[in-house]
């Protein structure tokens, strides 16, 4: 028996499922970051991820271990999504859902919906960005900082957290003072400017992200970061979680929380960000699926240097059950080999290796988020 069965999982960062039927082209463009599909005769799913659905979601399916990728889909069509989600959340073990729901490419489940369907408690986690731009339509550049003041307040009630993209606007160079009022206000205007003329609402105004993150930080509640890895949009070098040195500094005494998500391939400089600070955290989610069979690269990575109470789990599941299901035996298995060999070499003890799986399964979340006292 493995130190991780039977575990239940925290997953503190994660978005709905989709659970309505996906014809080929769209389970293709889900299961991938790109933008693209391959060429005719090329499949996008001859990758590491496509290599993990058909080893380890194959079988759920009653198909054969290793079965090709349209095998594998056919079924998933046959069966329809509810059962394909159904079945594949049952092999993730998850205890509870931190949710991101400002991504909305989709028509992906909400937490209420998650919750309902699978029995999983699920919890909110307010995109800082989304609430920003949901004030294009009424705000002005001189009522912009309290219009938003009182926004993130409103729509994080019942919040546990919340979540900047800023790695995809502008790069992770926060600065370590907030904005002024006159260039707050400044950038408002550029930003509603740009509104009236493009019709977007899309803020990648590096003054008035640096803002939405400061106001954040005033509420004392874990921030996420999306780190380096994502969609086509991120210029990697910017994506660094260095870069986010001064900010971390500036704020180590604020009562907020720093969780870096994802972090790949800069898993060691987040580690590295983690042993340093007292609030800041990672996790290696995301390419926990993505990585397929070389995921136990990133996921050793992550416990090489930070703290074990720093370290959390998470999926950065969006619209298939196959992110769940991939991450979290992944996670499973690599970390209970790695803790396997600590065990054999005598770097610690039965005790010691539970305690610290324990925890990063769901203890460490579940203390970060307040997740008790909720």
Excluded at 40 to 60: H, N, Q, Y
Excluded at 166 to 176: E, F, H
């Amino acid at each position: 028996m493995s130190i991780t069965d039977g575990l239940g999982l925290i997953d503190h960062h994660c978005h709905g499922l989709i659970n309505d039927d996906l014809n080929p082209t769209a389970f293709r463009e889900l299961a991938t970051e790109a933008d693209w599909l391959s060429e005719p005769g090329l499949e996008t799913l001859d990758s590491p991820f496509g290599l993990a659905i058909r080893s380890l979601c194959a079988p759920i399916l009653d198909l054969p271990r290793h079965a090709p990728i349209d095998d594998y889909i056919a079924r998933r069509m046959e069966l329809g999504a509810p059962e394909v989600n159904r079945r594949l959340w049952d092999a993730t073990g998850n205890a509870q859902l931190l949710m991101d729901t400002g991504f909305l490419a989709s028509p992906v489940m909400t937490p209420e919906a998650m919750t309902a369907t699978f029995g999983t408690p699920s919890r909110e986690i307010v995109r800082l960005e989304r609430v920003a731009e949901g004030l294009a339509g009424s705000t002005s550049a001189a009522s912009f900082t309290d219009d938003f003041a009182t926004a993130l307040r409103d729509q994080s009630r019942d919040a546990i957290g919340f979540k900047s993209v800023i790695a995809y606007r502008s790069g992770l160079d926060v600065p370590d003072v907030a904005p002024t009022a006159s260039e707050v206000k400044h950038a408002a205007g550029e930003w509603l400017a740009c509104v009236e003329s493009t019709g977007s609402a899309r803020i990648e105004h590096p003054t008035l992200l640096a803002h939405l993150i400061w106001e954040a930080v005033t509420l004392a509640k874990p921030l996420q970061f999306h780190v380096g890895f994502g969609d086509s949009d991120v210029e990697l070098n910017r994506a660094d979680p260095s870069r986010l040195t001064r900010f971390l500094d500036a704020t180590r005494t604020s009562g907020t929380k720093v969780m870096l998500l994802h972090c790949y391939p800069y898993v060691r400089e987040a580690a590295a960000l983690a042993h340093i600070f007292p609030h800041a955290y990672l996790d290696v989610g995301e390419v926990t699926h993505y990585l397929g069979p070389s995921a136990r690269a990133a996921i050793r990575q992550s416990y090489e240097l930070a703290p074990f109470h720093k370290v959390l789990y998470s999926s950065d599941a969006y619209g298939l059950g196959e992110h769940y299901a991939v991450s979290a035996a992944a996670w499973r298995r690599e970390t209970a080999s790695l803790v396997d060999e600590w065990l054999a070499d005598d770097w610690l003890s039965i005790a010691d290796a539970e305690r610290i799986v324990s925890d990063v399964a769901a203890g460490n979340a579940r203390r970060v988020y307040g997740l008790d006292e909720k």
